[in-house]
């Protein structure tokens, strides 16, 4: 069945470090992608979303290129911030359900 | 801005006994869910509601787990009896007329340990 995996948390970077963190997956067609982050004590926020490929979602300074070619949807970010300290899934639209990975911990250092 | 309610936010019971948990939609959002949360894992699908009908209830532990929608609005999760691997955040989100199935609005969780 279609499944998503996310690169395994946490992962500790400074303030204003580049951030990468890996999505793929495994699916029959062309599913929507997204990503959510959930911050400490907060509910899950949908962050950025593409739904064909090639597309690139963005959010608050976060971008995600749907590639087909590969299967990912990898999170980027130029330079975070204190405040991007978060858990961020991976998701997938599959048949009307969505499919989420593990959740990757971020955990920016000043 | 309009926000999922859930409550009660943090619940701690005994084994063998019976819990409830209440969410509120966003106004308008026909499409109900629960997801149950474990600690280091993805949320997974317990029963998607669309108006006061059951969607899909396939990830639901009938045996002691029920949920209702009485009047296609706000909506309660039971369990009963509780044990002590049902411990796990407990999510509610809802979902906007004419968006993607992904597009999703959660409430803050109910934090549920069976002890």
């Known amino acids: 069945g279609d499944s998503v995996t996310q690169m395994e948390g946490p992962v500790t970077l400074s303030e204003e470090a580049c951030l990468t963190i890996n999505c793929t997956y495994t699916a029959t067609g062309y599913p929507s992608l997204f990503w959510y982050v959930q911050y400490p004590g907060e509910g899950l926020q949908l962050l950025l979303k593409?739904?064909?490929a090639d597309d690139k979602g963005s959010n608050k300074g976060f971008e995600a290129t749907y590639r087909k070619e590969t299967t990912s949807f990898h999170l980027e970010k130029g330079s975070v911030q204190v405040s991007d300290s978060a858990v961020y899934f991976c998701a997938l639209d599959s048949n009307y359900q969505l499919i989420w990975g593990a959740g990757t911990k971020l955990i920016i250092k000043p | 801005e309009a926000e999922v309610a859930q409550s009660p936010r943090y619940k701690i019971t005994e084994k063998s006994q019976a819990v409830a948990f209440w969410c509120d939609p966003i106004?308008?959002?026909?499409?109900l869910y629960w997801y149950r949360q474990i600690l280091g894992q993805g949320p997974e699908l317990l029963v998607q509601f669309q108006d006061e009908s059951v969607v899909d209830d396939s990830q639901l532990p009938k045996d002691r787990f029920s949920a209702e929608r009485l009047k296609g609005v706000d909506s309660t999760l039971k369990i009963q009896p509780a044990e002590l691997g049902d411990s796990a955040m407990y999510l509610c989100?809802?979902?906007?007329?004419?968006?993607?199935?992904?597009?999703?609005?959660f409430g803050e969780g109910s934090r549920l340990t069976v002890l």
């Open positions: 106004s308008g959002h026909a499409t």
């Open positions: 989100a809802s979902n906007p007329p004419g968006t993607e199935t992904g597009e999703l609005f």
């Open positions: 593409a739904t064909k």
